[in-house]
């Protein structure tokens, strides 16, 4: 590769300051370093997560700043000590990583590697404490270690899924994060067996993905659960055959649940991040054998409370991040699920846009317009 090696000059959006729209600059990206891989973004995505770190209300403020961590790219070349990967290969960047040998990573268990797990106030590389980063000589920081919204960024080798180079990587690109989330918080943690009734709570674009999860498993009764009534429509999309709107009632969502399954479903799926939410999903699941899963990221100071008895009752409450998938390990098989076309991705993207205008799709996730919205960063 004539770049490999080189300073790679190249667009980026930059969030210079809170809040404040992005603008597209030329920025220098540095060789990958030792373990570190440089990749050529072809798309990304827009999360609530990025919205969230770009107007730093309540969290660490960290400007000037790249965003962006779901996307699809091609590695242009890799650092000493990659083996894994090399120029060529299909990648998908995930802002959490999996080094393989901590406890963790060696745990079939967990996916909360104690190297990659994701830091969202480091703004530079783990290897030197450094950005690869730079306008005009002076740093620009990262963002959870894959700073998608740049033609090329730099990456932990960690940090990055191999994927099959056949995969449609304008689809495939929204695996990086929230799909795989609320996804796999279905499939591999509430785990609902075939013809059971699970009950989604919050129908953004995690809820409907742990709701597509359930219609994966055959789930034959799929109840969301929204403030929101304009969300049913949408959701019947993805299997959704009851909605209930909390408001609606002046009794707790929990007894309006338990009412309509015969004493409470057999799985929940908590995706707003709301405590009370929190609570009712987990006490509507049926005794004996319910699961509740919790998925939303809540206020720091929330507190969870309820009886013990729902324990003692044999009703489960657990919790997942990034709905358990080991980044490296377990991404490229999702790839799979979609390339067997047994996973259905298109209707998650309602939106598409050229990477110059990505401001408009700040403007259409803060609209509630969109559920993802795909950047081209090829004209
Ligand atoms: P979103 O804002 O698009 O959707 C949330 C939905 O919940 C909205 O439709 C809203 O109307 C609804 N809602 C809010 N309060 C409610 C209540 N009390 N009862 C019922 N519905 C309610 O968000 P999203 O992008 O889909 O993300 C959902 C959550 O998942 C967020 O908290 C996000 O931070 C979290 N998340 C967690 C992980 C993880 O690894 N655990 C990863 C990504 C995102
Ligand atoms: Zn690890």
Known sequence: MATAGKVIKCKAAVAWEAGKPLSIEEVEVAPPQAMEVRVKILFTALCHT????WEAKGQTPVFPRILGHEAGGIVESVGEGVTELAPGDHVLPV???ECKECAHCKSEESNMCDLLRINVDRGVMIGDGQSRFTIN???IFHFVGTSTFSEYTVIHVGCLAKINPEAPLDKVCILSCGISTGLGATLNVA???KGST???FGLGAVGLAAMEGARLSGASR???VDLNPAKYEQAKKFGCTDFVNPKNYS???QEVLAEMTNGGVDRAVECTGHIDAMISAFECVHDGWGVAVLVGVPHKDAVFKTYPINFLSERTLKGTFFGNYKPRTDLPNVVEMYMRKELELEKFITHSVPFSQINKAFDLMLSGQSLRCIMRMEE
């Open 251 to 253: 009794k707790p969502v």
């Open 137 to 139: 000589g002076k740093p």
């Open 191 to 193: 785990k609902p067996t």
């Open 222 to 224: 799929i109840i969301g």
């Open 95 to 97: 802002f959490t990583g």
């Open 50 to 53: 990025d919205v969230y770190f």
């Open 198 to 200: 699970v009950a989604i």
